[in-house]
């Protein structure tokens, strides 16, 4: 060969017959020639030893012409055009050109190939042994139509696909041979083209050749031009896209399969949508069973032995209105055989398939004969069974049907139904684990909140409670009504941030505190920065890090005095309460100071007081009654506002008007805690007030007083308790302490005796010797009394009994 001719070691068309019917180059980035084909010599005259390593632009007419042609390819892998060659003997041959761009990734160096077909190879002899009926034999399948959009000819690939030969089927339009919908559309697109001369591209889905089974067609519609350019015809070339297409469909359905499954942690609507995912596109009925108890599917031994496996109906769907299939409705409970499919499902872990006239089917009828008839009516021809199994457990089965689509479950639908089943099994036990802890925390919560609130003297009360609906569970949610001396009351409501068990279990510790700090009776502010220093304690108890806000709460600490009607509130990062005037025309949200949340530690707390006439409504809540992620927190109270105005027959008619107002239309995303109380106050009649004088005389007119009030009260026969109980209080109090003592008698539900003295110290009781000649009277006071206690104020202390009243022996 020829020196800078492509030798067989480094030319990829070495071995191909005609080679030199192609005129061939290689250009180097430079542009100079450095390979040479014997075409090229054909087609120039130019050999190559003479021409590699000439400039191409030499063998050019105009050399100016490559340098157009290299900006017209700037970021182009190719260019093509007509370029003027000079031949050897100086004469100048116009050359059809394609120049292709070599990379690196190419054969041969970074440069240029040229190519061109040598004169005359546009018809050669070889052209008249190539068949002349090439459109009847070309593997896509074709057909030509008219402007009148009547067949004129089809191969044999468009025969196949319609199962009619081109005789039969020339001068007919093609929705005369398809008789479809499809068919119709398909001969409006082509008429289309007809007229406007412009190709399309058109999808669609036909049964061919008598076929049960639809398939997917991409068809190419292109006008067909005679000599003069008039359009006289439209050839349709159709390629079958039904692999691809149901590819895409399957991807498809798992795609939906995870953003449509598990879209909440309800069980039942989980398991809905996964019946709905899969009709129609998959089956034409689907059911879920679920297990009363997720099983082990490899452990044989812990499966039932009765014969038959019990699973719950929790959803079903399908394509036909009332869903006629389904032989139990949701929520039922019933036995499946050992012997049906859907159990051996359960057993194995695996998928299980039957079709009509399979053992298996005729056993899944046999098991009952309304499912038998039911069966029959449908035409159900395939079953498919697959467990639904997460984490190593079976939780269920779905059953897949089909009776419209012709088509049985394949291998690939086995599969899909598999994929999917155990996409929905995931998120079905996350919803029974999240269910199974939300009925924990809700039983625990039950459990720690008060089932019935006391009726007090002091006020009327009535309470509502709702639990958190969706993802984010049981909150902490608490309200409580604590008895007090004096006849006063203590309302609390708080709230512990976050939800689950552990929100559940830190309520109950709070509010046990609360209760405890109740009876000690702390003024409000004191309480909640003691329950403040607990839950910082509680934090650092949990470890791991944790921040006290990790496990804060908020809390608003009310008490009321019915002697005075004065009620004394402190709040810890807690909404603020709402009163309404007893008449109802003024309600109004307390400005209470806001403390900061319990749980941050150090920061004071302040206490406001408040003149509540009688019949005033105190309304005290958690923030979820009137934050909504749709609504802000100044939206809500206006709303609370307008509710608590409108009249009510009864307090509790009130409670339930007010949730009906601020949650109207769906369960409340975080727990509401509601508590009402209308106020009360003591007639002057049963509040008697003695200034004792500082000297053990004064002993004997109190009893005196005291014997004389409880006669005008009709309490004789509580005197000499009450007298003994007086003596002592009033001779500890002049003995022990200093400045003026006061006596006070209330006439409430019991018969409450209270002495103030300015002293800070508070009597505990002791064990008195026997020789001893004191320290017997708090004893003695503790027998008389049904409860008695101390508690603090800013000028000293009061120390209070509780007596039974004799009018109200007999009651419990």
Known sequence: MAQGACGPADDPWADVPDEAATARAVLDASGTVIRWNDGARRLLGRDAEATVGLPAAELLADPAAASRAALTTRGRPRWYGTLDVLHRDGRTVPVRLIAHRLTDETWGPVGWLLVSPLAGTEATEGDADLPRDAFRHAPNALALYDTNVRLRRANLAMEAVLGLREDDMRGLRLSEIGGKPQSLELERQVREVAVSGVPRDVRTRLRTGGEAREHAWMGRLAPIRDPQDRLVA?????????VEDEARSRLQLINDAGTRIGTTLEVGRTAQEFADVCVPRLADFVSVDLLEEPRDPGSD????????????????????PGTPEAMVPVGTVWDHPMAAGTVHALLSGEPVTVHRGEPGFLAWVAQDPVRSRRASELG????????????RRTLGVGLLLRYRRPERFASDDVLLGREIASRAAVSLDNAQ??????????ALQRSLLPRTLPQRSAVDVAHRYLAASGHSGVGGDWFDVIALSGARVALVVGDVVGHGVQASATMGRLRTAVRTLADVDLPPDELIAHLDDLVVRLAEETGGGESAG???????????????????????????PVVASPDGTTVTTLEVPAGPPLGLGGLPFEAAEFDLPRGSVLALFTDGLVERRDRDVDAGYRALHTALA??????????????????????????VALLMATTRVLDEANVITWDVPHEPSACATARRDVAEQLDRWGLSEAAFTTELVVTELLTNAIRHATGPVTLRLILDDTLICEVSDTSATSPHMRRAGGFDEGGRGLMLVAQLAQRWGTRHSPTGKTIWTEQQRPDRAGES
């Open 550 to 576: 990790d496990i804060g709460a908020t809390c608003l600490y009310a008490v009321y005095d019915p002697v005075s009607g004065v009620c004394t509130m402190a709040r810890a990062g807690h909404p603020p």
């Open 433 to 442: 684990r999240f269910t199974r802890e939300r009925d924990t925390a809700l």
């Open 646 to 671: 409108r009249p009510a027959a009864t307090l509790d008619d009130r409670c339930a008007a007010v949730l009906d107002a601020l949650l109207p239309d769906e369960p409340p995303t975080d727990d």
């Open 234 to 242: 439209v050839a349709l070339s159709a390629v079958d896209l039904s």
């Open 380 to 391: 159900v021809h395939a079953i498919l069974a697959v467990p639904l199994t997460s984490r």
């Open 301 to 320: 031994t812990t499966w039932p032995c009765e014969g038959y496996v019990r699973l719950r109906r929790v959803a079903h769907r399908s394509v036909t």
